[in-house]
């Protein structure tokens, strides 16, 4: 059996240190040698944030990194909304590039990638700043080779939809912080154990958000429909290509509030589908709604044609089977 997604790791890694007034030139490190003091700042008022990217291998073995920039402003983000030290984006770019170039060669073929996981995270040994920011703060660029996200097939998920909770604090929600992960676990858990339910699509207040990881978008017909863009929920970088390349097929793109009721009500036609977008598996069919203690079927409860148009639009532009007529793709060999 293929080992589960993200638990194999390149052996080393690019690493900076900001020691409270300046960055460290960028190391190559092995990726198993960080040492933090017991009181880091991390491990106790959880200030990290971190980043999930890929790099792909095309046939002439160039290897791309997909909306890097994207990534990179949305971790300078996440580190400024917690309050750790700001970011040298530059030095964020070099250090990717420099860690995915030195395994170039290890990059996986489609449908595998490499996977990148830049971390920002608070170092300041100060057991009593719990209401006060780290001053020092690490950051590294780990990286893991994933093979085919759909070795098994298409299965078809099943989110409880749970609109009482919320999945983070909704000043939160756009941060990919760790903390939140850790705030969603508990409810998720329980859903797998309570309902066998693949993943949680919180809907605080009956308004359809996202699930534990991924962005949430309902297809009907010719139109995509997912929630506006505001401060509850991460902003997936998936989300935002696969938006842009359903209005370049000349879908109906409509960023709106959408509930629980409407959600069922379209659900329940033929046709209808409904996926998760992530960098993991860039779009995931969803084949059943768990609500109120009843199973409502998506569509005919297989996986829909525009889920799998899109997927394949967007994997062809990563994997250079199509032209990259957006820009996306950075090359790092
Ligand atoms: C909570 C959450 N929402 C959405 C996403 C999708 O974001 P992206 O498409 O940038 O991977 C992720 C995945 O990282 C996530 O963890």
Redesign the pocket.
Known sequence: MAAAFGTVFMPEMAISWFDGSRWSSSEMVPSNSISLHPGAHVLHYSSTCFE?LKAFQHKDGSVHLFRMDK?IA?LAQSSRLLYLPELNEKMVSDMIKETVARFANEVPAPPGSLYIRPTHFGTEAAIGKAAVASSESCFFVLTSPVGDYFSGGDKMLRLLLEDEGM?CAPHMGMI?SGG??ASALGPISRARDDVNADQILFCPNGDVQ??????FLLIDGNEIITKALDES???????DSLLTLAKDMGMTVSERNISVDELLERAAKPGCEAAL????AVLAPVGTFIYKGKEHTVGEGSIGKTTLKLRSTLNNIQWGHAEDTHGWLTRVN
Request: hydrophobic share 25%; aromatic share 8%; glycine share 16%.
């Open positions: 999930g990534n949305r999945r990919k939140n992960y996202e699930t534990g990881a991924a962005n929920f991460l902003h997936g970088v998936t989300r977008s992530g960098t993991a």
